[in-house]
């Protein structure tokens, strides 16, 4: 087993979007943090991401958001438009007035983009890959990990940045207890040249209706691609180890059936084979067990519908890292606490709004769709609705402690 200094025995599970942040929120305060990651690459998850500011103003503290800005499509509008007539419901300019308001863009990337910028700042030496975690052991003070090669490796502290599907949760829980949203998901990329009935395609746009919603937006460098979600309700069950099933390339139009062309078009262009579950996590009493915390999608796994999840984790190891720098090598049980008392509130928030959204755009035809529609038409959304999420400062501790509210 290696030697290790105490700021070297920090082991964050998983090198996606959080467990890559978190490495470089960590050596800014001079912790070396190793990441063992399962797969033999970093592979692409979910193919594209929309970041918004709250994040992207830390990667800017972190020294990675120039060669991000290279990559990435800052959009130009939020666009919410009826997915039957293409009527625009309601339209605000993200430009340079979000910039001004937030501090930076709201950029579309590709995941493969962001994993490649965030892991070559953090540097090969740091993370293992083909290091898949299959259990974990307390030990005194150390924490043993088993591997799936047979191995076994020990920290003082592991950090479980493994996902929506985490076996670190299920280990901190004690089972498995992802909840199916009753909404699946197809999605897509699509050279941007191709949607010729596509009006805004540089814009953040949702098509809206009772039967579901599609959700897009423009990425790269020159805004060349764009990456779709195409969202419906869906009855099927789904039990927990069914997160993404096979699926038939045609039964992706039956919810947009009679949708305008533009909805169709983009379907259309890619050949779908997979239909995803879109699953929640419900909320923990507490993100720790012994020398172990959750962080990300397994602390707080969350429907994408305000396309918040990435966003959330990279929140996330702003608090995290500032909390851990208080430790050393001593109990970090004090730092948990810390971390989570200035999470909690914020992600359940964020989760439970993700949630409302889906009900909101979906209401069937009648009254209620009708307010709706007027309301979404004088909205400034960066101004009404979004700021509480795009414009939050994640580096101002406003962290509720233990005993802080008992008097
Ligand atoms: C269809 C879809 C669209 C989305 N769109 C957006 C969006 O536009 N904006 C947004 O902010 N969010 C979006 N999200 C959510 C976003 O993808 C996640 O919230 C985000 O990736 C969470 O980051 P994470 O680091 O917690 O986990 P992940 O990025 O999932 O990374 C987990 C890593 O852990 C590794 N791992 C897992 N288990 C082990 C193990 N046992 N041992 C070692 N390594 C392991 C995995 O291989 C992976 O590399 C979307 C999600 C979906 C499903």
Known sequence: MDQQTPHDDVVIIGAGIGGLTLALALRERGIAATILER????????????????????????????????VSWAQTDLVFRDGRSGATLGRTPVGRGYRERFGSDYLGVHRADLQRI??????????????????????GDRVLLDLADGTQRSA??????????????????????????????????IPT????????????????????????????????????LAVSRDPQEWTADQWVVPARDEDKFAPFAGWHPAVTQMLGAVEVTQRWALMRRPPLASWHRGRVVLLGDAAHALVPHHGQGANQAIEDTWALAEELATV?????????????????????????????VAEVLHLPDGPQADARNAAMAGADWFEDRLAWIHGYDPTVDRGIRPGSLSR
């Open 39 to 70: 797969t033999a690459e970093l592979r692409e998850v979910g193919a594209a991401v929309a970041l918004s500011a709250n994040a992207n103003n830390l990667f800017a503290r972190l020294g990675v958001l120039d060669a991000l800005e290279e």
């Open 118 to 139: 965030l892991s070559e700042a953090v540097g090969p030496d740091r993370i293992l890959l083909s290091h898949h975690v299959t259990g974990l052991h307390e030990d």
């Open 156 to 189: 003082g502290i592991v950090v479980g940045a493994d996902g929506a599907r985490s076996m670190v949760r299920q280990w901190v829980v004690g089972h498995d207890d992802a909840i199916y949203s009753g909404h699946s998901g197809f999605r897509g990329i």
């Open 193 to 228: 040249e191709q949607l010729t009935e596509l009006p805004d395609p540089h814009a953040i746009q949702f098509w809206i209706g009772p039967t579901g919603h599609l959700l897009h937006y423009a990425m790269g460098g020159d805004g060349q691609d764009v990456n779709f």
């Open 328 to 356: 050393g090598s001593g109990d970090p049980t004090a730092a948990f606490e810390a971390f989570e008392g200035r999470r909690r509130m914020r992600t359940r928030a964020v989760q439970f709004a993700s949630a409302q």
